[in-house]
């Protein structure tokens, strides 16, 4: 936690334990975030009780727009009943694509490349946002082994629909499926019923029955199909790789 004037000059810092939610839980990803501002404001030398935060911003990383969203629901509503160890005005939660953006930028034009377990291109200019799939941001695709799967996943529904069942990405998931190699935890459900479930991501709802880790494993068969020669899937890939090296 950095705590800084208007001006951007920073008079305290404080250092937690980790704050995803999606991990840790929302309790103790609270208890971490206050841990951390708490003593920032310590570090700071200004007595807790006059401090109230004209705004208060947060960048998760890995959480996901339904995570970022009930956790700024928890904390206004922690605020409502006078339950937290200080006050703010405002609060902002985003993601660490935008908050790495900002900080590199100051919210000027620029790219920025953010790589790791996903890899990710994002940049503003003209005031249109752009990501690794250089198209504008509804459309977006990034770079980790979820978001490749997730694609892949609209691929084969869009296959199962059109009755394409030769193709070579939904045949290769389907062997597996009905092999019970893929998703044999929920192989009391329709293969396309699962695609189905899937696609509520690209809403920014939670999946009723898919977990990330299971739409992340069809990453491999989208590798897989590429190397078939399946033009879809080659474009998934090669969307992202293409951005990133220009950029």
């Known amino acids: 936690c950095v705590i800084s ?18 991990y840790f839980g929302f309790d103790k990803t609270i208890h971490n975030i206050n841990d951390s501002i708490l003593k920032a404001i310590k570090n700071s030398k200004i ?19 339904i995570n970022r969203k009930k956790l700024n629901e928890l904390y206004l509503k922690l605020k409502n009943h006078n339950k937290l160890p200080f006050k703010f005005d405002k609060i902002h939660i985003y993601g660490d694509t935008l908050i790495s953006w900002y900080g590199a930028f100051d919210g000027k034009p620029g790219i920025v490349v953010i790589a790791g377990t996903g890899h990710f291109v994002y940049g503003r200019y003209n005031n249109i946002e752009k990501t690794s799939a250089g198209v504008q941001l509804e459309s977006m695709l990034r770079g980790g082994s ?90 998934l890939i090669h969307r992202t790789i293409d951005v990133i090296i220009r950029n």
């Open 146 to 235: 979820f978001h490749l799967g997730l694609y892949g996943t609209k691929v084969a529904l869009e296959k199962f629909n059109k009755k394409k069942f030769d193709d070579k990405l939904y045949g290769l998931m389907l062997k597996f499926f009905e092999g019970k190699k893929l998703w044999a935890n929920h192989s009391n459900y329709k293969f396309q019923e699962l695609l189905i479930d899937a696609q509520l991501c690209f809403k920014n709802e939670k999946m009723k029955i898919l977990t990330r880790d299971d739409v992340a494993r069809i990453a491999m068969f989208v590798n897989a199909a590429s190397v078939k020669g399946h033009p879809e899937s080659i474009d």
């Open 47 to 65: 007595p807790s009780f006059s401090i109230k935060f004209e705004s208060i911003c947060m960048g998760l990383s890995g959480a996901g727009p």
């Open 5 to 22: 004037y208007g001006n951007g000059r920073v008079i305290g810092q404080g250092v937690s334990g980790p704050s995803n939610p999606k």
